[in-house]
């Protein structure tokens, strides 16, 4: 493959994995069950970006494992709907016809672990790149995968290997810190905002929650319908992975490698962080607090469990909402919702299950959106910085009333 005998396609993405495998000191290469590429809205990419991935369609490389793609920044079916201009969308169909060419499916999810196919096992290579999900197979699925970049996990579908280092060894995944968690946690956003705390507290580290399981639903073994344990832990895994860079956590008697390693994990002379109360989490992310009209109530960051659009429709039943309420999935978890008549009654309140993409890679600001209110921290966290909207952070509950009235309640 590094010597061009396969192609042009295959060789460029040799070198880019044997690179990084000289850079880490990789050993040799591990062989990958699956990959999910991120960097797939046109709003990061730019020309630039779809010129790259044109190319390397163009010079015959094709995946070699089963390839899933992140969310792009339009729902395929609906984006004029949406109000999505064609000089967005025309050159994000190019990019995602790219990938196609290459054997990519386009999921374009960041849940790849709520799609039917080929979920990753405990002890799977992986080489995935969404943070958010990155985070999810480590921790929750007890997979093996580094948190790639968009190329690099492109390269390692295409020779369906990457390098073995970093958390493809068991030795790097024990803990650096240890968490004892004294806030009570309530909501979705409550997990959030211990996620951004933990984040921020940790960075890249892999922190174990000492007691969280005293507060924790039981986590089911069949996690594709998500669910409380399930939804608490995807949202504070994406708010941890996205204030920090974390890719990885143990909770106590609850995650495999937890359970499997138990003590092993730890050393005594881990430090200990230990969350009081997450003012200062809610601080920041509803640090808009003047704002009260709301333009958009954005539900699913990451993309929205079939559990979670279940809470939506049970709210929503017999209202109507008076500001744009998106709830983003992926198109399989959208399928399961309509045939569930969940979709149904969303659109009679006049809102809307989105799939393909997010309220964060989606150009919102060119379709006038300027404020949002949200339940999830990252979406809190990055939207400012990427569309300039102001934000407020709250409950499932409050978000759903702010949909409903158009305004942020009170207290
Ligand atoms: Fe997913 Fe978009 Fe959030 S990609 S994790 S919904 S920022």
């Known amino acids: 493959m590094l010597a061009g005998e396969m192609g042009a396609g295959v060789q460029r993405a040799m070198e ?72 967005f969308a025309l050159p994000q169909m190019a990019v995602v016809d790219a990938f196609v060419r290459m054997g990519v499916q386009p999921t374009l999810s960041c849940t790849p672990y709520f799609l039917p196919r080929g979920m990753p096992k405990r002890g799977d290579h992986l080489a995935w790149a969404e943070s958010s999900a990155v985070v999810f197979a480590n921790s929750i699925l007890g997979a093996y995968t580094n948190r790639e970049g968009g190329p690099g996990a492109l390269a390692a579908a295409i020779v369906g290997r990457t390098s073995r280092y970093g958390l493809h060894l068991d030795e790097n995944r024990v803990a650096t810190h240890v968490i004892r968690v004294r806030a009570r946690l309530k909501s979705i956003a409550d997990y959030g905002a211990l996620g951004y705390l933990v984040g921020k507290a940790v960075r890249d580290g892999v922190p174990y929650f000492e007691d969280l399981a005293e507060q924790l639903p039981l986590l089911s073994g069949d996690i594709s319908g998500g669910g409380d344990a399930v939804d608490r832990l995807k949202t504070m895994g994406a708010a941890m992975a996205a204030s920090g860079s974390i890719a990885l956590y143990h909770v106590a008697g609850v995650t495999p490698e937890a359970v499997e390693r138990g003590g092993d994990l730890l050393r005594d002379d881990l430090p200990v962080v230990e ?35 279940h809470l939506i429709a049970d709210y929503l039943r017999g209202k109507s909402v008076h500001t744009r309420l998106w709830i983003t999935t992926s198109r399989w978890v959208k399928r399961l919702a309509e045939e569930a008549g969940l979709g149904e009654v969303i659109r009679e309140a006049g809102g809307k299950i989105v799939a393909d993409t997010c309220t964060v890679v989606a150009p919102i600001e060119t379709i006038g959106v300027h404020t949002m209110a949200t339940n999830a921290a990252k979406a809190a966290w990055y939207a400012p910085a990427h569309s300039g909207v102001k934000v407020r952070y709250g409950s499932l509950e409050q978000c759903l009333e702010a949909a409903v009235t158009g305004l942020w309640p009170d207290g």
């Not at 970006?49 to 969310?71: I, K, Q, S, Y």
């Open 275 to 309: 969350i009081a109360t997450l003012d200062r989490a809610y601080a920041f992310l509803d640090r808009d607090s003047d704002v009260r009209e709301i333009d958009l109530v954005s539900i699913g960051c990451p993309h929205a469990s079939l559990g979670e659009i």
């Open 16 to 87: 880019i994995v044997f690179t990084l495998g000289r850079i880490y000191g990789a050993p040799d290469l591990v062989p990958v069950t699956h990959v999910q590429i991120s960097g797939v809205s046109y709003k990061n990419l730019g020309d630039a970006g779809v010129e790259f991935l044109e190319r390397w369609a163009d010079e015959g490389a094709r995946v070699r494992v089963p390839t899933m793609l992140n969310p792009m920044g339009m729902e395929e079916s609906s984006w004029r709907d949406m109000g999505i201009p064609e000089e």
